[in-house]
């Protein structure tokens, strides 16, 4: 969560409470990249573009569903056995009520982005549940308070309650933000005194096992502009790298307490945990303009996406205490690839984004949204990977986290409820006000059939766009009821991947996107001329190698269009054609068929050669070398048909 409020006004209000120290004053500044949040409700995706049905399935399917599933998997008896209310025992993971405070958040943003109603009964009810479990000294940790109470803020390692905590804070902002009901983050906010009591500047050695809370506490800082609430954010980011966890089997380094956070250069450790803290030190920065947190976060946004990101723009390549591998070690059948991890990146990447001018922080999130986030999810809205490998072989067995089929719920569900609230606010991510010496643009970040409400700092009015996008790549732009402000102009952003296009005006005028515009990715027009704009990137298929350091790839090629990638799937092959044995041959020419999808014709070359050979001995030619004409299925929808091998990146023919 994060889209909202960090340029808000920078004055810091007085309202400590006299229980709480006064925090120790930290640099507020405003950064100058000038790109800002959108106001909450200026973004509408249009429910007929992919971005919009996406939303209106995750309201319509996968928020009944996650909450249908709190009470399947025994979230909400945690709390009610607590009470006397339920003879279950505790069920799920330490950090289980965090599942039901991220379907809380689902159901703010929901509640912000078509008003609904339909949870207001069961927000009552899950607000009073929370109330009546809550300790009066504000704790709150089911697994605790009903399993092991002695463990309270003992194991901070472990037991994940400042990490629940943050999924708590999160929620309670967001149902302020979009509902005006303060009523759950009140309740967060005692707990968060309580821990600022016990760990905040000045008191006792504790920072959090998970990150998480960072960047809610700076998302509270926004939300109340109470200077502690920053103050406990910068204290736990700055504590971390004094070895104050105990690294256990699992080493200090999957905490990301190896190092002192400005001396950490290289992403390490639980991919999730890396990611969610790089959001929250970005926070700080983007609040500080602490120098020495905005060059270490530069530098690991390039290790991990110049290094240690799949194609699909998934993270974490060990199943193995679910972390980041080595540099280019980046396996496609063993990939963990955590749905938590990309939606973890987008949160991080999105903040760089604020933070400095990259274009590859919008071709990063456009990868993880059409990719790694859409594969996760299917088209019923309610069965989800955990794990997102690039290639399933015929014979790969179900494995924890990583079946072979989506799954309807997961004992460790971290998954589901974070789509949820993602995709309920996928609108803050694709549009944003810049002011700049220049004066004010409106920027369109992704390509998303939607109308947006103008920002007061370019004019009155809203903008339309209309677009089938990513099936193709022409965007149509019109104005209604514009006044615009002097020197206006809206910035369109060019995909990294695209090489040609055209602008076509309302006049029937129409060039080419010119060589400084695909350069920068970037177009620019006066906002008066945009309206009856039509907008046109090409997007034919694509060949995509990696680099030569990625040993699991090297010698292969994948395919993509637009910013789909592509995957070859067993179903779609004629029997006795297995998706290991086929071949791209030099030349291959993919081709768009009417229906959209891709079709390229590739070797067949099986092969039942010894497992070994000599290099020196006898080629083995393979029996046969026919041509096998191939459907390829963006990997978004892999496995909608039915369980089978599948693959991204195909053997090149040499
Ligand atoms: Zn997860």
């Known amino acids: 969560m994060t889209h909202l409020s960090f340029a808000q006004e920078c004055c810091v209000l007085d309202q400590t409470p006299a229980a709480i120290r006064p925090a120790p004053a930290l640099p507020v500044v405003r950064l100058s990249s000038g790109l800002h949040p959108l106001d909450l409700s200026a973004v509408t995706l249009h429910p007929d573009g992919a971005l919009g049905a996406w939303q209106e399935l995750n309201a319509s399917e996968t928020i009944p569903h996650c909450i249908a599933q709190l ?32 379907v809380i958040e689902a159901v703010a943003w929901e509640i912000g982005r078509s008003g609904t109603s339909a949870h207001d009964a069961w927000l009552d009810e899950m607000i009073a549940l929370i109330a009546r479990v809550q300790d009066p000294s504000g704790y709150l940790h089911t697994w605790i308070q009903g399993v092991h109470p002695e463990r309270k803020f003992t194991e901070l390692h472990w037991t994940h309650e400042l990490y629940v905590l943050g999924h708590w804070l999160q929620a309670g902002i967001a149902l302020a933000r979009t509902a005006g009901c303060t009523d759950l983050l009140d309740l967060a906010l005692s707990f968060v005194d309580l821990v600022d009591r016990r760990f905040g500047p000045g008191q006792e050695d504790g920072i959090p096992g998970h990150p998480e809370i ?30 104050i966890l105990p690294g256990g089997g699992f080493g200090s380094r999957y905490f990301q307490d190896h190092l002192p956070v400005r001396e950490a250069l290289d992403p390490l450790g639980h991919a999730v945990r890396q990611l969610y803290l790089n959001a929250g030190v970005t926070d700080l920065f983007l609040e500080t303009g602490e120098e020495a947190l905005g060059a270490v976060m530069r530098e690991q946004w390039e290790r991990v996406h110049t290094r240690k990101m799949y194609l699909s723009g998934a993270f974490g390549s060990r199943h193995r205490d679910e972390s980041f591998g080595n540099d280019h070690e980046l396996p496609s059948d063993r990939a963990y690839a955590e749905t938590c991890a990309t939606i973890a990146d987008l949160h991080w990447t999105w903040r760089m984004m604020l933070a400095g001018d990259d274009p590859r922080h919008g071709d990063v999130i456009e990868r993880e949204i059409h990719n790694a986030l859409a594969a996760s999810v299917d088209e019923t809205g309610t069965c989800f990977f955990y794990s997102n490998p690039l290639q399933r072989r015929p014979d790969r067995f179900d494995e924890e986290n990583a079946p072979a089929q989506r799954q309807e719920w997961y004992s460790c569900a971290c998954c589901p409820p974070n789509i949820a609230r993602t995709i309920a606010q996928l609108g803050a991510y694709v549009a944003a006000v810049r002011e700049d ?7 369109l970040l992704q390509h998303a059939a939607m109308s947006v409400r103008l920002p007061p700092e370019v004019g009155s009015g809203t903008l339309e766009v209309e677009t089938t996008y990513p099936d193709s790549g022409t965007l149509h732009l019109s104005l209604s009821h514009l006044r615009a402000a002097p020197g206006a102009r809206l910035g369109v952003r060019i995909p990294g991947w695209v090489r040609s296009g055209t602008v076509g005006t309302a006049d029937g005028a129409e060039r080419a996107l010119s060589p400084a515009e695909l350069t920068a990715q970037r177009l620019e027009l006066a906002l008066e001329e945009a309206d009856g704009t039509t907008i046109t990137v090409d997007m034919p298929p694509r060949w995509t190698l990696s680099h030569p350091r990625v040993d699991a790839t090297r ?42 999808m891709l079709e390229v014709t590739l070797h067949h070359r099986s092969d039942d050669g010894e497992l070994y050979r000599s290099r020196d001995g006898p080629a083995t030619s393979p029996k046969e070398n026919p041509t096998v004409t191939v459907t390829m299925t963006p990997f978004a929808c892999w496995g909608h048909r039915g369980d089978g091998a599948m693959r991204i990146w195909l053997p090149r023919e040499r």
């Open 71 to 102: 009470e399947t998997s025994g979230v909400l008896d945690n709390f009610r056995r607590l009470l006397g209310e339920s003879e279950a025992p505790h069920r799920g993971f330490v950090f289980a009520d965090s599942d039901l405070y991220k």
């Open 214 to 243: 960072e960047t809610a506490l700076v998302e509270l800082y926004r939300h109340t502009g109470e200077q502690r609430h920053l103050a406990l954010a910068q204290h736990l980011v700055d504590q971390r790298g004094r070895d």
């Open 437 to 443: 010496e220049h004066g004010a643009t409106l920027e």
């Open 555 to 596: 010698g292969c090629l994948a395919l993509e269009r637009g910013p789909l990638v592509h995957c070859l799937e067993q179903v779609d092959l004629p029997d006795g054609v297995e998706v290991d044995d086929l071949r791209v041959p030099i030349g291959a020419d993919p081709a768009v068929r009417e229906d959209g």
